[in-house]
Structure formats: structure tokens, C-alpha cells
């Protein structure tokens, strides 16, 4: 076929390093830039035959997020905005890794398995990218991919990740999830942004200003954009917005939850990551002392708010919290017994903790690291909407009010700008403070750290990754550790994103002993640090 000759032709374009292996992480593939060309042609190719297969839109976002300024990667997205089905990610990885001479064979294996029929068939994708010095080079390769097999492309250059979702969603529902550009996502944010907070109208001066690390990143230039279509209902302080410092480096999301550390100098606000979708807020109080509000604080704040509502409103809907093995247990334990909601517990990646909460009428969906959103079914905004046109007095304005709230979620995936603008709606609407909503539950003391191996894939979990199955012995070394610790938990696992094994424990304090006669004197994460690199490096 032609075609298969004209792809063979192009990739010789995009060489592979021979021998070079990639595996498909947490969230596509990521790693040095300089290994990714042969890649994001490839996944122009495969985003091509997945649009085919699904006779809709597919999203191709370059990015690598939280990574280093030198790291890229790819995001994809399917036609709901939801991340790539699993099924796919396995042809994915198949097509990066096939050497040049193989690649044809690869494809038309896909093609077979999927029942794809090249003939007469159109094909779209939506392709976005970070700001990334990289992230220019690495689109035209994904769009050298999509026409290779006569696809047709749109690019959206510099946009966050959740505003390629939310395009390729608005889109494949016609119009009915939104207007699908940049202009319609601050429209559609701010409107409802504004009609939410006029539930609030004593909100002060200082009320209204938030401060907010863009991470050095597209996030930055998105907000500055954006604040215009807010009027005024929110005045943004952007500080690492990209005009000096490097990108994600001592700033944005990740670094101040890993950290647990403002960017220097900085009090009270909130950080995004390198491409937007995640989001922690912060504060130094009067003693200095600094305090992290992250996706574990996001999920408690949100899920109160719309069981609040649900009850004014009398609407029996069930909501659902959905968190992974490193939500605080404070957090899980504040959920269950306070605030009686159904928790689960998901494998790390959102597109985990994305199906799960799909089983519910309302799903919150946060990772510590503030990666989440919020899901809403079919039917349970239906009922919202009936009510709004029904009812009246308490109960309407409780509807509204979630109708509202509706239209602030990004629904498609976590989305820091939308995350950051419905946290400011609730605090205005509940008359609450940063300290105050802190203050619903003390997290437990927790440590983060990433420990280099030389081959992390030795690590396998279970239980949503809360046990390690191999290397044999340390999930008993770890529990040995753990059983001395009040309220003790620890897990490790390998990262999908970087090169490391993460290492999580918790427990009541931070200066609990262990009474292990080998790690005398040591907190619970360095002892658990030890161990796996004892048992794996
Ligand atoms: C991605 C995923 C997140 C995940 C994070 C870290 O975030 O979308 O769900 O929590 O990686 O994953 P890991 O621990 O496997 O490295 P981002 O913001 O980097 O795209």
C-alpha cells in the first residue's frame, strides 16, 4: 500500500537509537528530550489509527509536567478527554520501541488486531505542547506522524494539558461540553467562576487576591490570559511566571509537596505544575511555620462543599472520594468517620482514580500531589438541572449553586486553573480562610523521598501499590519497621514518570524511634530508605 511506504519513507525522518527502550509510565512516555523524536512521530501515527478506530477527535499533548526543563514526553488523549485507554498504551509502547526496520510490521499488526480500515477513512487530532524548549521540535514530529498517514491536524501550540482535554471533549460532544477553543475555556471558567462567587458578595479586597506559582510554566501564560475574562472577581499575583527562572526548578506543585516548602520568600498561595494540572495551596503562619494544603485538603474542601449542597438542595446522589496509597490517613480517616463518604483507593496515575470515580453520581478525585478533579454522571446532572428549573428558595439556590459548580469543573481531567477558581469560589461562599479550612483535620507527619536504582522494575506492588510483591523480603521489612510506629504506614513503588523508586511513610510524630537496634535513632522514612536500598540498588 502506498501508504505504509510514504510512513517508511517519513520515519526515516525520525530515526529510533537502536537498542533505545521506552516504557509508557504513569502518563504516556517521558524522558531526556533527546531521545524522543522517533517517539512523538510514532505517536502521531498511533493517535492517527486510534481517531480512525474511534471515528473521533484524539489529543496529542507534548509535555513532561513536573519533569526537569530538559525531560519531555507525551500525553494522549481520547475522545472524551479522558487519557488514552489501557488496551492502546500496549500498542503504544510496541510502536515506540520497534526497531526502523520493524516498524511497518508493528503497525499493520495494530491495524489487523483493531480491525482498521485504512480506505476512505478520516482521521483528526488535536496536538498541543508546553513551553518547553523542546516541545516545538517534538509537535512537528507528531504532526509529521499524522499526515504520514493522511491525517488531518490541528494545532493549538502553547495551551496546559487540561485545556487540550477540554478541546478535544468539546469537539467530539459537538459543542455540548463547551466552545472549543482557549476563548471558550475562559469563558466558560469565568462565567461560572463569577455566578458562584455572587453567593459571596462580601468578599474584601484581600479576599479576592491570590498568589500563584506558575512553576515557570504554561500555566503562568495561561492565567495572565485568562484574567480579563475573570472581571475582576479574582486578582492574580503571578510569580514564577517564566520570565526569569527555569522551568519547575525550586517552584510549582511537585516541589512544594515534595518539599514541603514555599519557593523562597513566598507566604500564603497556591503552586501549579509544569503543564497546569495540578495544583497545592500554601501558607506560612504567624511563627513562620509552613503549611501544606494539598490534594488531600482540595478533596476534603470540595467534597463538604457539594455534600453541603446536596443536602440543602434534598437531592440523594452518592458521592465519592477516590484517593491513591499516598493520601494523608488523617485525610481517608476524616472522610470515613466525619464526613461518612465512600472512599476508595486507586492504583497512582489519574487515569486510575478516573475510572473508579466514575462508578459513583459524584466522584472527587484528588492524589496527594493535587492531581484530580471532579466527575459528575450523566444522570446526576440532569437532576441538577431539573432542580434549578423547579424548585425554589433554599433548594434552588443550593442547585444553582452545584449547577454552577458544574460548569467551573473541568471535567476531563485535573486541571489547575479550574481546581484553583473553584477552592477560591468555596472559600468565598463558606466564608472560610486558608487556616480555617487547614484546620478540618491535622495531617500525620509524612516523609517523600526517591531513592535511584539501577533498575526500578524490580519493584512489584499489589493493593492498589500499598504492598510490594518482589524483591522478596522487603514488603516484611517494611512492615517490621512500620508495626513500631503509632499510626505507621509506609509503601514503596516505582515511579512511572522518572528514573527513581518512591519511598512514602507516615506516622503519628515525626520524631517516633525505632527501637531496631540497626536503625536506632532513625524516623520511619529513612529507615524504610535503607531498606529498599539494601534490597534493590
Ligand atoms: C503524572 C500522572 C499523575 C502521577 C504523577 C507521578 O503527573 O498524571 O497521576 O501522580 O505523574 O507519577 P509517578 O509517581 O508514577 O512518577 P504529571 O503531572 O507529571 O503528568
Known amino acids: 500500500m502506498a501508504q505504509w511506504q510514504e510512513v517508511s519513507e517519513k520515519s526515516k525522518l525520525h530515526p529510533k537509537p537502536v537498542g533505545l527502550v521506552l516504557q509508557y509510565g504513569t502518563a504516556g512516555f517521558r524522558t531526556n528530550a533527546d531521545h ?21 477527535i484524539i489529543g496529542v499533548m507534548v509535555t513532561a509536567s513536573h519533569n526537569p526543563e530538559e525531560d519531555n514526553g507525551v500525553k494522549l488523549i481520547d ?28 503497525l499493520k499488526d495494530l491495524v489487523q488486531k483493531e480491525s482498521i480500515d485504512l480506505t476512505n477513512q478520516e482521521a483528526e487530532v488535536f496536538v498541543g505542547r508546553d513551553t518547553r524548549s523542546s516541545s516545538a521540535r517534538l509537535s512537528d514530529a507528531v504532526l509529521d506522524g499524522v499526515t504520514a498517514l493522511d491525517g488531518r491536524s490541528k494545532d493549538y501550540g502553547l495551551v496546559t494539558t487540561p485545556q487540550l482535554h477540554y478541546m478535544v471533549c468539546c469537539c467530539n460532544t459537538r459543542g455540548g461540553y463547551g466552545k472549543a477553543s482557549v476563548e471558550g475555556y475562559y469563558s466558560k471558567l469565568s ?50 511566571d517564566g520570565t526569569g527562572g527555569k522551568l519547575n526548578h525550586q517552584c510549582g506543585a511537585d516541589f512544594v509537596k515534595v518539599q514541603q516548602n514555599s519557593p523562597k520568600g513566598i507566604n500564603r498561595c497556591c503552586s501549579f505544575d509544569g503543564d497546569a494540572d495540578r495544583i497545592v495551596y500554601y501558607y506560612s503562619d504567624d511563627h513562620g511555620r509552613f503549611h501544606l494544603l ?10 463538604t462543599f457539594l455534600k453541603e449542597l446536596l443536602t440543602k438542595a434534598g437531592l440523594d446522589l452518592k458521592i465519592a472520594v477516590v484517593q491513591t496509597a499516598y493520601a494523608n490517613g488523617s485525610s481517608t480517616r476524616y472522610l470515613e468517620d466525619t464526613m461518612k463518604v465512600i472512599v476508595r483507593c486507586a492504583k497512582t496515575g489519574v487515569k486510575h482514580l478516573h475510572h473508579v470515580a466514575q462508578e459513583f453520581d459524584i466522584g472527587v478525585y484528588f492524589e496527594a500531589n493535587g492531581h484530580g478533579t471532579v466527575l459528575f454522571s450523566k444522570a446526576a446532572e440532569e437532576k441538577i438541572q431539573q432542580l434549578c428549573d423547579d424548585s425554589e428558595g433554599e433548594r434552588q439556590g443550593a442547585a444553582t449553586l452545584l449547577k454552577n459548580s458544574v460548569d467551573l469543573i473541568n471535567q476531563t481531567v485535573g486541571d489547575a486553573i479550574s481546581d484553583m477558581l473553584l477552592i477560591e469560589a468555596i472559600l468565598a461562599i463558606k466564608g472560610m480562610t486558608v487556616q480555617q479550612w487547614d484546620a478540618i483535620y491535622t495531617d500525620l507527619p509524612n516523609r517523600q523521598l526517591k ?3 539501577s533498575d526500578r522494575r524490580v519493584i512489584d506492588t499489589k493493593d492498589a501499590e500499598r ?24 509503601f514503596v513503588r516505582p515511579s512511572g514518570t522518572e528514573d527513581v523508586v518512591r519511598v512514602y511513610s507516615e506516622a503519628a510524630t515525626q520524631v517516633t524511634r525505632l527501637l531496631n537496634h540497626l536503625y536506632l535513632n532513625q524516623p520511619l522514612h529513612t529507615g524504610v530508605f535503607t531498606f529498599v536500598c539494601f534490597c534493590v540498588c
Not at 524522543?36 to 473521533?56: C, E, P, Q, W, Y
Not at 494539598?294 to 467534597?303: E, F, H, P, Q, Y
Not at 522487603?474 to 509506609?490: N, P
Open 36 to 56: 524522543l523524536d522517533h517517539v512523538m512521530f510514532r505517536m502521531g501515527l498511533l493517535a492517527t489509527l486510534r481517531s480512525i478506530n474511534t471515528k473521533a
Open 79 to 106: 475522545p472524551m478527554g479522558e487519557m488514552l485507554t489501557p488496551a492502546w498504551e500496549v500498542y503504544a509502547t510496541q510502536l515506540a520501541n520497534a526497531e526502523q526496520d520493524h516498524l511497518i510490521t508493528v
Open 191 to 240: 462565567q461560572a467562576f463569577i455566578q458562584l462567587t455572587k453567593s459571596a458578595p462580601n468578599r474584601t479586597d484581600d479576599q479576592k487576591c491570590l498568589l500563584v506559582d506558575g512553576a515557570n510554566g504554561i500555566g503562568a501564560l495561561k492565567l495572565r490570559e485568562m484574567e480579563p475574562y475573570l472581571q475582576g472577581a479574582l486578582k492574580v499575583s503571578l510569580f514564577c
Open 294 to 303: 494539598d490534594g488531600d485538603k482540595i478533596a476534603t474542601l470540595i467534597s
Open 451 to 453: 531513592v535511584k536504582v
Open 467 to 490: 504492598k510490594t510483591v518482589s524483591p522478596a523480603g522487603l514488603q516484611e521489612a517494611i512492615d517490621r519497621l512500620v508495626e513500631r510506629h503509632q499510626d505507621g504506614r509506609s
